[in-house]
């Protein structure tokens, strides 16, 4: 069974009280209460449905209750019924505009009354449903965009591991620098450093697209990117494209959707990650805060991971080693105050650098398998 809808009654007239208990209580849960002051302590302790409301009543009038009511968040859903002996059109519009859903006019037909409150139940009722359609909806919906987003977040973290993989990288660099790239970014937060831009910035895509930074790697040929010894001038020069070239991939893809955000952030990172702070880098010889901060964080956690990981050409450092490097390098490689940065939560990277996802060793035995 339906449970019984409560309703307060609040009139200093014993009359009208009883009158409108005898017209609502076969139907409702009615109370009644003689003043506004005894409704509100009432109230701290029952939430009913409804609220029928008398405009005169001494002491504490029915537009000064609704004014406390729709002030406090625990009662100002409480939809009220004023209920009034004046019938002037000022006295309706500003019990309607404090905030009323009806006026009725004392002295009231019982059936009125009746049907006047079974509608705005009803009414409420519908509102409350559709509430909750809307909220259950939204938690749909959400839940789906993160299926999707996982889905995507995975479907590009793959395919830039299998980039990585033919640079003859070992383990998982892609999860490994966005690993670091956030704890620079907490650590950024946390001191207020580039506040101004990093607020704007929706983490959600930003640490996702920074695994598309050497996107353009897939352009190099094999025989440079697996070389195990010294590149030539010409091999050099080749492989300094690959900031251009994954720009390039990357806006073919934002020729094809209408979502740029996430693919703003990965260009950015694609094409400064290997600028240096004092204009030595590639591609464009970008210097100091002309290079977007994205490109100069991508920076230090890139070089870092490759200082700590193994290639064909070289053995890993340790990360005290690699940390001496990029300290040194504070002010010409790298922008001085993300270096900074760096050294205070450096130890934090190890933890990182010493852990290997099983994808990076998969894609690497697969590769293996394959033939490539």
């Known amino acids: 069974m339906n449970k019984r809808k409560q309703i307060v009654l609040v009139d200093d007239s014993p009359t009208n009280l009883s009158v409108g208990k005898n017209a609502l209580s076969d139907i409702y849960d009615t109370l009644t209460i003689p003043s506004g002051e005894k409704l509100l302590k009432l109230l701290k302790t029952i939430h009913p449905d409804l609220l ?3 405009v005169d009543m001494p002491g504490m009038d029915g537009y000064e209750v609704i004014r406390i009511l729709k002030e406090d968040e625990n009662t100002s ?29 004392k002295p009231f037909s019982s059936p009125l009354l009746r049907k006047r409150v079974e509608t705005h139940l009803l009414v409420v009722e519908q509102q409350h449903k559709l509430r909750r359609y809307n909220d259950n909806l939204q938690d749909i919906v959400r839940e789906k965009t993160k ?3 996982e889905l995507q977040n995975a479907v ?49 895509f930003l640490l996702p697209s920074a695994q598309l930074h050497d996107v353009g790697k897939i352009m190099v040929p094999d025989y440079i990117l697996k070389k195990p010894g010294k590149l030539t001038p010409e091999e050099s020069e080749m492989m300094k494209q690959h900031p251009i070239q994954g720009a390039l991939i990357i806006e073919m893809i934002e020729r094809n959707t209408t979502e740029k955000t996430f693919l703003m952030h990965a260009k950015i990172f694609a094409l400064n990650h290997h600028e240096r702070w004092d204009g030595s880098g590639y591609p464009a010889g970008l210097s100091g805060e002309d290079i977007p901060l994205q490109g100069r964080l991508m920076g230090i956690v890139d070089v870092y991971d490759a200082l700590v990981s193994e290639r064909s050409y070289k053995k890993p450092m340790s990360h005290e080693q690699a940390k001496k490097i990029i300290c040194e390098s504070r002010g010409s490689h790298f922008d001085p105050i993300l270096t900074d940065v760096f050294l205070t939560v450096a130890d934090k990277f190890v933890s990182v650098a010493d852990s290997e996802t099983n994808i990076g060793r998969d894609i690497q035995e697969l590769l293996k398998l394959t033939g490539f």
């Open 156 to 204: 590009i973290s793959t395919v830039a591991e299998l980039v990585e993989c033919r640079d003859d990288v070992t383990g998982s660099h892609i999860s490994r620098t966005q690993s670091y790239l956030w704890i620079l970014l907490e650590e950024m937060i946390a001191q207020g450093i580039h506040s101004e831009e990093v607020s704007k910035w929706d983490l959600d």
């Open 52 to 54: 029928l409301l008398d």
């Open 77 to 105: 859903d409480i939809p009220v019924i004023f209920l009034s002996a004046k019938s002037d059109m000022e006295s309706e519009l500003q019990g309607l505009t404090l905030g009323a859903i009806d006026y009725i006019s």
């Open 147 to 149: 299926t999707v987003v």
